[in-house]
Structures are given as C-alpha cells and as structure tokens.
T-cell receptor, first 112, second 112 residues
Framework: RKEVEQDPGPFNVPEGATVAFNCTYS??????FFWYRQDCRKEPKLLMSVYSSGNEDGRFTAQLNRASQYISLLIRDSKLSDSATYLCVVIFFSGGYNKLIFGAGTRLAVHP | NAGVTQTPKFQVLKTGQSMTLQCAQDMNHNSMYWYRQDPGMGLRLIYYSASEGTTDKGEVPNGYNVSRLNKREFSLRLESAAPSQTSVYFC???????????FGEGSWLTVV
C-alpha cells in the first residue's frame, strides 16, 4: 500500500462547478499536511496547509480527519485557471529527518 | 529573492556522460532533497540531506551521488548517464516539519 494515495483523475468539470479531492495516508504519526498545486512543466507550489479544524482560503477549503487518516480539498466555483495537478503532501519526523511523502497527484481540467 | 535555485534548467546528455545538477537555498534550511518526476509516477525521492555534511539514500538512489558541502548547497551527480535517467529533477528544502516545502524550478534532463 502506498503511504499517500490520491485518485489520479482526471477530473473534468465545467467552470463554476464544485469539485472535491481526497487523499489518504497510512502513517498515523504524520504531523503536517499540505496541498500543493503543480502546473504543467512547473515546480509544485504551496496551495494551503491543512488542519484538523479545517481552513479556508477564498474558494478553497481543506480539511484533515486524523481518525480516518485522510485529507480533503474542496474547490468551489471552479475557474479555468484552476486546471492543474493537485498534490497531497504528508510530513513526519523519522530517523532524524523530515520525511516528505507526496501523493501522485490528482489532475483537474476545468472547461468553459 | 529568497528561495531555491536550481541549475541547469535543461540539459541533453549522451549515454555514459556525467553531469552535476546544482541546488542552492538561501533560507537557512537544514533539510534538502532531490526528487525525480516521471509522467504518471509522482515525485520520487533520490537522496536527502538532513543537515550539512550528512546525506542518505531515498527511494531511487541507484546511478546518483550527492554532496552537501555546506548548508546552502546540495548537488546531485550522474556519474554515467543512462536513458532511464531521462526525467525532470526537483530540488526541495524545508525548515522543519510544520513549515512550507520550497522547490527549485526543475531541471529537464534528457539522456540519448
């Protein structure tokens, strides 16, 4: 089983739609959680951190469920510019270093 | 500007040639990483460095060597390039578990 699993998609949605991505992780000692966005042929960039209390940034809402070991990302009112790959990232400290575990990414394509 | 600087951006090598990818960060981060990203496979860890002077193997270290001579710089060397090493390489750094991961812009390497 992969340490972090995501639905690869692609999710093809029309502009204005609401879309949700989920990500599950296997290590219960995981300490930090993030969603990163990666555009084609670019480096991943931080979209938002994820907390148990949930957090919102404009049209984006992220949620962490530690008991079930999953994190989610909700995008409301999708824009064409939201088309990208979304990476789930889990971090924990193990063996003397910060271990970064990336999901393989979920592709989102927003069409007119 | 603060961040991770990675060079070169593009490189074409012949099989058997050697080269070094350079990475430098000016954020005083302890942890640095080298990843490769292949289509449909997500980011795979090649080597990491928890602190200056220390390096360890990641998931796919074969065919690579690294060097962390100081806190700023973490280089990745291909001693004898093979076509299987054609990929996009990303350098990353992080301060600690709860902090943002910063990526270089990527190095597109083709081995013919």
């Amino acid at each position: 089983r992969k340490e972090v699993e995501q639905d690869p998609g692609p999710f093809n949605v029309p502009e204005g739609a609401t879309v949700a991505f989920n990500c599950t992780y296997s290590n219960s000692a995981s300490q930090s959680f993030f969603w990163y966005r990666q555009d084609c042929r670019k480096e991943p960039k931080l979209l938002m951190s994820v907390y148990s209390s949930g957090n919102e940034d404009g049209r984006f809402t992220a949620q962490l469920n530690r008991a079930s070991q999953y994190i989610s990302l909700l995008i409301r009112d999708s824009k064409l510019s939201d088309s990208a790959t979304y990476l789930c990232v889990v971090i924990f400290f193990s063996g003397g270093y910060n271990k970064l575990i990336f999901g393989a990414g979920t592709r989102l394509a927003v069409h007119p | 500007n603060a961040g991770v600087t990675q060079t070169p951006k593009f490189q074409v090598l012949k099989t058997g040639q050697s080269m070094t990818l350079q990475c430098a960060q000016d954020m005083n981060h302890n942890s640095m990483y080298w990843y490769r990203q292949d289509p449909g496979m997500g980011l795979r860890l090649i080597y990491y460095s928890a602190s200056e002077g220390t390096t360890d193997k990641g998931e796919v270290p074969n065919g690579y060597n690294v060097s962390r001579l100081n806190k700023r710089e973490f280089s990745l060397r291909l001693e004898s390039a093979a076509p299987s090493q054609t990929s996009v390489y990303f350098c990353a750094s992080i301060a600690s578990v709860g902090n943002t991961i910063y990526f270089g812009e990527g190095s597109w390497l083709t081995v013919v």
